[in-house]
């Protein structure tokens, strides 16, 4: 398999504290994640977990934005640390981010024009003016924008909506082989959602782009991807195929997070049983079993001795939980065997 990008048993901690704030605190943000996204079987795989379960800092390590404090992040088989410049600006041309609002960090004195200028002249994409203005048109319409509404304009006239979709338009100008999208659409409206979402699905179908969808929402991963990681304190709960882990999950914390998503239901009402009270992960780091013991309603002695390992439930699908040993350990912790398409 020739793969494109890979996490191998990565790690990350931050320190925190010390001073007049208190003690020095380590925080294990990500311990021990390993994923491998092909470069020939294009892969729609979400990531999802509550709020701290570690995703952005996933989602940073493999972009290059954060280095870990453990393991490594291989870009066609390189330490993304190690790239020379030219094997840096082919990662940045081939890995594209989108993040929620990412025009918190555009000029807004700057047209929407600019915006998608900026990657065409930084990549060399068009050798004259109107194949720039061509690209443009293509890229915008490529996500459902029209041109016509969204050139000349500057990012406060346009919607929520509208900004989201012209990050997207930009990511996509460079055709890339995978897009790490961060919470895309949790800043738009329920209705925008599916139609953005929508959107990156087909660009996955027609162009074979593979996105990496992050999100702590369960209904959206199951509308638009093929597989899903859940995360837990940073280490992985369960994996597999969306539809089973969903519909069938195996760990008891994503049996929490299904029983945690509204339900509407015009004969019952909303069906919905209030989540466990968080308990606050000061200390995680200390704990050498499952991170979920604390809170789990199966927790037996030895979760809280040592980490579970995954095991493979399904051909499909890898659960850390002792509740499945009976199953064969994943081999070298590697997801990807249970997240590739075709077993
Ligand atoms: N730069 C940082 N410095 C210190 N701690 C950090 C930093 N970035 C993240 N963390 C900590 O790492 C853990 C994971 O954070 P992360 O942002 O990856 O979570 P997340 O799953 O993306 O959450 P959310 O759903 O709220 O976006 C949290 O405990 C967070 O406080
Ligand atoms: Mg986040």
Redesign the pocket.
């Known amino acids: 398999m020739s793969v494109l990008l890979e996490a191998r048993q990565v790690r990350k901690v931050?320190h925190?504290g010390g001073g007049m704030w208190g003690a020095p605190h380590e925080?294990v943000?990500v311990d021990g994640f390993s994923l491998r996204l092909s470069d020939a079987e294009p892969a729609f795989i979400t990531i999802a977990?509550?709020?701290?379960?570690?995703?952005?800092?996933?989602a940073r390590l493999l972009l290059g934005f954060a280095e870990p404090s453990g393991g490594q992040v291989l870009y066609r088989g390189k330490d993304l640390r190690q790239l020379d410049p030219s094997g840096q600006r082919q990662f940045r041309h081939e890995v594209q981010a989108i993040f929620q609002d990412p025009f918190e960090v555009y000029n807004p004195f700057y047209k929407v024009d600019h915006i998608l200028e900026i990657p065409i002249a930084k990549f060399g994409l068009a050798s004259s003016p109107a194949q720039a203005r061509q690209l443009m048109v293509e890229a915008l319409q490529n996500v459902g924008l029209r041109p016509e509404e969204t050139l000349g304009r500057y990012p406060h006239q346009l919607s929520g909506g509208q900004r989201q979709r012209i990050t997207i338009a930009r990511a996509l100008l460079l055709k890339p082989r995978l897009v790490i999208a961060d919470?895309p659409v949790s800043m738009v409206d329920a209705s925008l959602r599916a139609t953005i979402l929508e959107s990156l699905h087909q660009l996955h179908r027609d162009f074979g782009i593979s996105f990496l969808y992050i999100t702590?929402d369960l209904t959206t991963a199951y509308q638009v991807s093929q597989r899903i990681v859940v995360?837990y304190h940073?280490t992985v709960a369960e994996a597999g195929e969306v539809e089973q882990v969903i519909k069938h999950p195996k760990h008891p914390y994503t049996q929490e997070l299904i029983r945690s998503i509204p339900v509407p239901d015009p004969g019952q009402g909303w069906i919905e049983e209030p989540v466990a009270e968080k308990e606050e992960?000061e200390g995680s780091q200390a704990l050498a079993g499952c991170r979920y013991a604390p809170r789990c309603p199966h927790a037996q002695p030895r979760c809280l001795q040592a980490l579970p390992p995954l095991f493979r439930t399904e051909p499909q699908r890898a659960v850390a939980c002792y509740l499945c040993d009976s199953a064969p350990q994943l081999a070298g912790e590697n997801l990807s065997e249970v997240l590739e398409q075709g077993h």
């Not at 977990?49 to 996933?58: D, F, L, N, R, V």
């Open positions: 931050f925190s925080n943000a977990g509550e709020s701290g379960s570690g995703k952005t800092t996933i919470e702590h995360l940073g992960n």
